[in-house]
């Protein structure tokens, strides 16, 4: 209540400021206005009743950003950790998020490229090149975008064809021997016909060592391309053919041990204490004989990704005089194949690999209205279906003496209609209303999990579970008022409700988990945006709460080797905070941004989670953890904090010079990340808060086609951990962030 508070006197504040100050100087021109599609129109964001963070193509480049886990430096509130170090994301925004390792189960924050979904986590994994933009919306966007956008949604909007011939070219080379190259060719092709081709690849920036062996780790090797063709029929109806095609060589970021391996430990055969790292920046890794019999990797070969993915969609937008017709088609697919190594040591303690192959059709249709009447209206439809086939093998054989082969098929279908709607009932006050329908089905099928046992191991029983299914149909809806006192401040309050679909948990076949309950929240947010001392300040900030039911949680289950992760449901849990960013252009050439997020949050009834530690006191001493029937202890959680960064914050300052027949843009880019204490797993896998500071120097002519750029990320050479786990109990690894990098670019349009 009292933050609710405080944000109402802040509104107060910022409406009589906006009064008072309506004759400000004129040394700036003001903030630029920024059109976004969030609400699938285009709008300023100024005008848009959402709490959101908008990154420029500048912006993006300015910060290095070029994979969507970068956006958590620039975006507050938002976190993107890769799972263990893989291929596959955590997403969490305002602490809304999922954390589980497998590719079936669909994120809490849906990612867009163009209005077109990318369900599974793993697609998320591409490059970020030639993009006009970047939309991350906060809060349940259910109504517009469909269930599984509970935490949020991020939006890439990609740069269009246009008439005019261009071109640009882009060459980027650091400390680290890493060089990115991208560029794009656009132009007329025929009367009616443009066309656009960009392209970006990523290679070279090894920063790790194997520290038995001393070879490089952590190259890299992506390339993607992306083509479009834009066909204007007439003034009221064009077609846009999109095709892109990525592929991804690369090694992971390696992990370290930051504690040791004890030989004592049961899940350690080797006889063996395999020590900490003392040098951070170092990791390792090994597989063996038994693991090369079943995949085909050598033992002594090094993590990898070998992902290929491509897709086309067709977007087709008409105008009918009442009302605007779109329509986007698409067809994705994706094969991942990675392996990794989860023990960071040169024996086979834990190691993994994946081989995902994943399809995805959608289809969305829309009418929106036209005109400046007080009612709007937006209606539409929606039909997905996904087909996913994924194997996924563990290497067990110096701790559990096994290697383990899991296969399945998941098929999701998914229907929808949706309608939002708008009225003014004056010039100043609006109201906005949605519903939608989802029915997302889900089935599991043709799971197998078979072992290959090393001799003398004990066998332990392998069956494969049954077939599943989970149907997930749910009506969610939104309820919003909007108020503009005047034309510089706008005042929103919301509620709203998102949901998450059910799952399955695909690592833990042994043990048929029960397939995991929708999850639902409901959202109840305020927030303020504001244009201030003629539009050279902007100050936006939006306060919530959230109320879950059905949290979905990574556990554990008691297995006969002792604890298996397994997905279980929270039946009740809140999440509360808020954002505020300011942005001040005093000076034509001076910016200043800063922008802070907060939450926090508690399970209020959770009695379901494997409390590990106490189980594994009570197991029956032996190489494989085999406890005596109902040993497993269970701990209620309520009342514990939600394991979620609470605080986060980032800022920037430019100022731009005049050399005669030159400019030179300064610039100094901050976040701070705060600590992580992740609840489910116990103080051991603590990580730390820490700081990042970017700098950039561009210089440029006036009226030139180039510029030249030298920047440092991580200047002060921060050294932090992004994530601490274990894939076996006291096999300790965490996750190195990249030390400082120095470089320079060059870029060239035309």
């Not at 956006?71 to 938002?78: D, H, N």
């Not at 690369?250 to 430990?265: A, C, E, I, K």
């Not at 994530?723 to 060059?746: C, H, K, S």
Request: glycine fraction near 10%; include cysteine; hydrophobic fraction near 35%.
């Amino acid at each position: 209540m009292k933050r609710i508070l405080l944000a109402g006197a802040c509104a107060q504040i910022l409406v009589a400021a906006s009064g008072m100050f309506a004759a400000a100087t004129a040394q700036s021109q003001g903030i630029e206005t920024v059109t976004v599609t969030a609400q699938k129109r285009s709008e300023s964001a100024q005008n848009v009743p959402i709490a959101l963070s908008v990154l420029t193509a500048e912006d993006l480049e300015r910060q290095g950003i070029t994979k969507v886990n970068g956006l958590q430096y620039a975006t507050p509130s938002l976190e993107a950790v890769p799972a263990f170090g893989s291929g596959q994301p955590e997403f969490r925004l305002r602490g809304v998020g999922f954390d589980d390792y497998a590719s079936n189960n669909s994120s809490t924050v849906g990612v867009y490229v163009d209005e077109v979904a990318y369900p599974i986590p793993a697609q998320t994994q591409g490059s970020i090149f030639d993009v006009e933009r970047t939309e991350v919306l906060y809060g349940p966007q259910g109504t517009l975008y469909g269930v599984n956008t509970t935490g949020g949604a991020i939006n890439f909007i990609t740069n269009k064809p246009q008439d005019d011939f261009g071109f640009g070219l882009t060459a980027d080379y650091d400390s680290h021997n890493e060089f990115i190259g991208n560029g794009y060719v656009t132009g007329q092709i025929t009367d009616g016909l443009d066309g656009r081709l960009a392209f970006i690849t990523d290679q070279g920036g090894s920063w790790q060592k194997n520290r038995d062996t001393g070879q490089t780790f952590g190259k890299k090797d992506t390339t993607s391309v992306r083509g479009e063709l834009q066909w204007t029929l007439n003034d009221q109806w064009n077609v846009l053919f999109e095709g892109h095609y990525s592929n991804d060589r690369s090694q992971p970021t390696g992990l370290y041990l930051f504690d040791p391996v004890l030989s004592t430990n049961p899940n350690n055969l080797t006889g063996v204490t395999i020590p900490a790292f003392a040098d951070t920046k170092k990791t390792a890794w090994g597989g063996s004989a038994t693991f090369d019999t079943l995949t085909g990797i050598a033992p002594t070969e090094a993590p990898f990704h070998r992902t290929d993915a491509d897709g086309a969609n067709m977007q087709i937008h008409g105008n009918l005089g009442f009302a605007e017709l779109t329509s986007i088609t698409s067809y994705e697919t994706l094969h991942r194949r990675e392996y990794n190594d989860w023990d960071a040591s040169q024996y086979a303690l834990a190691g993994t690999y994946f081989d995902t192959s994943a399809h995805v059709f959608q289809q969305e249709v829309r009418l929106a209205s036209n005109g400046d009447d007080p009612f709007s209206w937006m209606i539409g439809a929606y039909y997905g279906r996904q087909a996913m086939n994924e194997r996924f093998d563990s290497d067990f054989a110096d701790s559990l003496g096994l290697a383990t082969d899991t296969r399945y098929r998941q098929h999701v279908e998914t229907e929808a209609v949706f309608t939002q709607e708008e009225y003014k009932i004056t010039d100043q006050l609006k109201v906005i209303g949605g519903l939608r329908y989802d029915d997302d089905k889900r089935s599991l099928g043709d799971f197998v999990l078979n072992g290959i046992f090393l001799p003398g191991a004990p066998v332990f029983p392998l069956t494969p579970s049954v077939g599943q299914s989970i149907d997930n149909a749910r009506l969610s809806g939104k309820g919003e008022l909007e108020y503009k006192p005047n034309d510089n401040v706008m005042l929103y309050a919301s509620v709203s409700e998102g949901i998450k679909s059910g799952g399955f948990t695909t690592y833990n076949g042994s043990q048929a988990a029960p397939p995991l309950k929708p999850e639902v929240l409901w959202a109840y947010e305020a927030g303020v945006k504001s244009n201030l001392l003629d539009d050279t300040l902007q100050v936006n900030g939006s306060v919530f709460w959230y109320h879950y039911e059905n949290q979905q949680i990574q556990s554990a289950v008691w297995g006969t080797t002792g604890p298996v992760g397994s997905l279980v449901n929270a039946p009740k849990s809140h999440v509360y905070g808020g954002e505020l960013s300011v942005i001040w252009q005093p000076l034509d050439a001076l910016r200043i941004t800063q922008a802070v997020g907060y939450k926090d949050g508690k399970f209020d009834e959770f009695d379901n989670f494997l409390d590990i530690p106490a189980s594994v006191a009570k197991c029956v001493p032996a190489s494989i953890c085999v406890p005596p029937a109902g040993t497993a202890v269970y701990d209620n959680k309520k009342g514990a904090r939600i394991g979620f960064p609470p605080l986060s914050y980032n800022g920037s300052i430019n100022y731009t010079w005049q050399l005669g027949d030159y400019t030179l843009d300064t610039g100094a880019d901050w976040v701070f990340h705060d600590h992580l204490n992740p609840l489910l797993l116990g103080p051991v896998y603590y990580v730390k808060s820490y700081w990042l500071t970017d700098v950039n120097i561009t210089l440029a002519p006036n009226d030139g086609p180039w510029a030249a750029t030298i920047y440092c990320h991580n200047c002060t050479n921060t050294k932090y951990d992004t994530t601490r786990n274990f894939f076996l109990p006291g096999i300790d690894i965490a996750q190195r962030g990249e030390p400082a990098t120095v470089g320079v670019r060059l870029d060239y349009k035309y």
